[in-house]
């Protein structure tokens, strides 16, 4: 089955930028989605169809893709921050999501 | 502002059937949309299990098919995921979303999940 691989975790101080990579063999031919899931909380967008930004999702969000990697880039990195963000793309079979990676706000 | 919330009747035995109900609030699931079940689980991570039209036009994740049945219920807006034959590898926490847009999109929102544990 497609797989989708991001790195376990990132560690950035803060007022930083984190970048996340989210590679899949396919990617360049896909939309990519980014969710954030905060503690206790469900997954919610903040990128989609690669580079957009939903209502509500600060400009230090960005998304950014080039042939088999997608990457999440998160500015000015705060506190807030600190959460799990998985990809997610439609194969053409199933929806997959990518295995998570931890950002550490130092 | 359109909510979901997932509902069940908690922890369930190996080889049963685990039912749990999505029910939508602030949009009728009659004017459109595809809403599907993910859980997720230390295991498997996000596992997407299916998704459902208004009209009853499902697809699954072939992994799980053959265990999985999504039907909906527009009069309760509410629509519903069976697991047959469940096993300690279906512990995980369940959540309903509303897919936007086309095939090669993405889920929002979601519910805030329910914690389903498999065990005798």
């Known amino acids: 089955s497609y797989v989708l691989t991001q790195p376990p975790s990132v560690s950035v101080a803060p007022g930083q930028t984190a970048r996340i990579t989210c590679g899949g063999s396919?990617?360049?031919?896909?939309?990519v989605h980014w969710y954030q899931q905060r503690p206790g909380q469900a997954p919610a967008v903040v990128i989609i169809?690669?580079?957009d930004r939903p209502s509500g999702i600060p400009e230090r969000f960005s998304g950014s893709k080039s042939e088999n990697t997608a990457t999440l880039t998160i500015s000015r990195v705060d506190a807030g921050d600190e959460a799990d963000y998985f990809c997610q793309v439609w194969d053409g079979n199933l929806y997959v999501f990518g295995s998570g990676t931890k950002v550490n706000v130092l | 502002q359109v909510q979901l919330q997932e509902s069940g009747p908690g922890p369930v035995k190996p080889s049963e059937t685990l039912t749990l109900t999505c029910s939508v609030s602030g949009y009728s699931i009659s004017s459109g949309y595809y809403w599907g079940w993910i859980r997720q689980s230390p295991r498997l991570g996000l596992e997407w299990i299916g998704t459902?039209?208004?009209?009853?036009?499902?697809y699954y994740n072939p992994s799980l098919k053959g265990r999985v049945f999504i039907s909906v219920d527009t009069s309760k807006n509410q629509f519903s995921l069976n697991l047959t034959s469940v096993t300690a590898a279906d512990t995980a926490v369940y959540y309903c979303a509303r897919r936007a847009g086309g095939s090669g999109s993405y889920f929002a929102p979601w519910g805030r999940g329910t914690l389903v544990t498999v065990s005798s």
């Open positions: 459902i039209f208004h009209n009853g036009n499902t």
């Open positions: 169809f690669d580079s």
């Open positions: 396919s990617i360049g031919s896909e939309s």
